[in-house]
T-cell receptor, first 111, second 115 residues
Framework: SQQGEEDPQALSIQEGENATMNCSYK?????LQWYRQNSGRGLVHLIL?????REKHSGRLRVTLDTSKKSSSLLITASRAADTASYFC???????????FGKGTMLLVSP | EAQVTQNPRYLITVTGKKLTVTCSQN?????MSWYRQDPGLGLRQIYY???????DKGDVPEGYKVSRKEKRNFPLILESPSPNQTSLYFC??????????????FGPGTRLTVL
């Protein structure tokens, strides 16, 4: 099954700045989800965007999806030190059977 | 509290000694899945289950077995563990919500070391 590719692999910013992470994929999807993982812990779901949606918001999170370019971006506005974590995009295949995760972007937000 | 629980959280074992990692969810979810997470490789799916008595292979099923006899439980069995199965394992569950999958809820992880 296909795997999303996040970019960049690592991102270091200051508190208050915005953080943007991208995810690209190769074949059609049903939906794309973003998850967050604090070091060594379980993943926590952040937001889901369906293939027929272009943009979704949740608090300080904004996700876009461009199915023609097969890419998605996650924007975290006004970042905080507590946002330090790894962020993964996950692709739900069109057969609704598997969710495939990318390798993640490590975000470090310095106070 | 809605949650996915895994046991044990940490396990050190030796090659060839059969082990089982349990997973249980209290959300009445139909879908359950096992992943392993390795540095540089991200999360890879081992097995998944769409409902009771229905299981399917993920991307890396070799060396693992699963069963789904009850809706809430989805144990992962390593019949003869090998050092290359040293990894961080996550169980996850999800409601099916019709034909569109919702978010997956993850357990806290099981760190397995095979010597």
């Amino acid at each position: 099954s296909q795997q999303g590719e996040e970019d960049p692999q690592a991102l270091s910013i200051q508190e208050g700045e915005n953080a943007t992470m991208n995810c690209s994929y190769k074949t059609s999807i049903n939906n794309l989800q973003w998850y967050r993982q604090n070091s060594g812990r379980g993943l926590v779901h952040l937001i889901l965007i369906r293939s027929n949606e272009r943009e979704k918001h949740s608090g300080r999170l904004r996700v876009t999806l461009d199915t023609s370019k097969k890419s998605s971006s996650l924007l975290i506005t006004a970042s905080r030190a507590a946002d330090t974590a790894s962020y993964f995009c996950a692709l739900m295949n069109s057969g609704y059977s598997t969710l495939t995760f990318g390798k993640g972007t490590m975000l470090l937000v310095s106070p | 509290e809605a949650q996915v629980t895994q046991n044990p959280r940490y396990l050190i074992t030796v090659t060839g000694k059969k082990l089982t990692v349990t997973c249980s969810q209290n959300m009445n979810h139909e879908y359950m899945s096992w992943y392993r997470q390795d540095p540089g490789l991200g999360l890879r799916q081992i097995y998944y289950s769409m409902n009771v008595e229905v299981t399917d292979k993920g991307d890396v099923p070799e060396g693992y077995k699963v069963s789904r006899k009850e809706k809430r439980n989805f144990p992962l069995i390593l019949e003869s563990p090998s050092p290359n199965q040293t990894s961080l394992y996550f169980c996850a569950s999800s409601s099916l919500g019709g034909r569109v999958y919702n978010e997956q809820f993850f357990g806290p992880g099981t760190r397995l070391t095979v010597l």
